[in-house]
């Protein structure tokens, strides 16, 4: 039975303001500091993730909540005007819209976020009739609505039961708890997980303890072009661990992808690991970077890409929306990171 959409995001919107580049320290006592560049750009993971499908030629609807004010309003028509269908997108009367401002310094950057509404978006705010008419459901930053995260599982189990597929990014924990008992139950009804290195590296620590051998990780800054690496150096042990942390959360039930910066990225299915290269890239601004992989890796499997392809899509709908500022002004269309996608080398292993 045809569907009316290709895609149900579920989760967070709201403005960016991103500014910068900051200097080293910040300094308090009213000081004011000057900085090259400010802008007012469509944000949250989840919002993102649409927007970039949407500029893929998906069919994207999007289910979340706002404020009643002029920051929702702003959410509201950016969505629109890149596409996405926001009839789902409920307006909470009381709490206002979640704002994020962006401190950027070279290819990192520093984010603070007031999430407003973000504690109130539930599964009341996910209607039924979307869940039965789309043929995938993705949903973003996990974390930051514990009232949608208890109840994510029960709307994947029953969007599954509609024939849709489902996929996950959690984000980042800013509690950095990453609650197995929370997630733990979600998995069982998520077809695609979608973590940054450092994110997958943290899940595994709490959800297979066991399987996991520590080691020790050097922060550096994320290497150019890099679509949301995890700001550690790379190497053998580092890349051995994050495969190890691949492969246990994937035991858990759900095909694990994971952004891995310049190395690019990998997925494994709990039997094989499959790698594709990071897409080059001259990077202007790496915000919403992975959300751009998650677009792109959900719209390349909804094509009927294969693995290894869709992984090299993914990388380079990562990578080329770095070419501007902000998560989804630069977003490529299909052609083009089809196009970059052929740059990269795609392969798998046992």
Not at 122 to 150: E, I, K, N, T, Y
């Amino acid at each position: 039975m045809p569907r009316s959409f290709d895609l149900l995001v579920i989760g967070d919107a709201n403005p960016d303001v991103v500014v910068g580049p900051v200097p080293s320290t910040l300094e308090y006592g009213q000081r004011e500091r000057l900085v090259a560049t400010g802008s007012l750009l469509m944000g949250g993971s989840a919002a993102i993730t649409a927007c970039g499908a949407a500029r893929l030629g998906l069919r994207v609807a999007f289910a979340g909540r706002v404020g009643d004010d002029a920051a929702g309003a702003f959410v509201r028509t950016a969505l629109a005007e890149r596409g996405v269908d926001v009839t789902a997108l409920a307006t909470d009367p009381e709490r206002p819209t979640p704002l994020t401002t962006v401190l950027t310094r070279g290819d990192d950057r520093a984010i603070l976020t007031a999430p407003g509404c973000l504690a109130a978006t539930g599964a009341q705010d996910v209607p039924d009739r979307l869940l039965a008419d789309c043929r995938h459901v993705h949903a973003g930053s996990f974390f930051l609505m514990p009232r949608l995260a208890r109840s994510l599982g029960d709307l994947f189990a029953r969007a599954r039961g509609h024939g849709a597929a489902t996929s996950l990014d959690t984000n980042d924990d800013p509690a950095q708890r990453w609650d197995p008992e929370l997630l733990g139950p979600v998995l069982k009804s998520t077809d695609v997980l979608l973590p940054n290195a450092a994110e997958a590296r943290a899940l595994a620590a709490t959800l297979a303890p066991g399987s996991l051998t520590p080691v020790s990780l050097t922060p550096v800054s994320p290497a150019p072009g890099s679509p949301e690496g995890d700001g550690l150096e790379c190497g053998p042990t580092i890349t051995a661990a994050i495969d190890a942390a691949a492969a246990a959360l994937a035991r858990r039930g759900p095909l694990v992808v994971v952004k891995d910066g310049a190395a690019g990225a990998l997925a494994h299915d709990g039997v094989t690991l499959t790698r594709t290269a990071a897409v080059p890239a001259d990077p202007v601004d790496s915000v919403g970077a992975g959300d751009s992989f998650d677009a792109g890796f959900v719209a390349a499997v909804l094509h009927g890409l294969d693995l290894p392809a869709a992984l090299s899509f993914a990388a380079a709908c990562g990578a080329l929306s770095t070419r501007a500022h902000g998560g989804t002004a630069a977003q490529p269309t299909w052609d083009e990171a089809r196009a970059a996608a052929l740059t990269t080398r795609p392969g798998s292993h046992a």
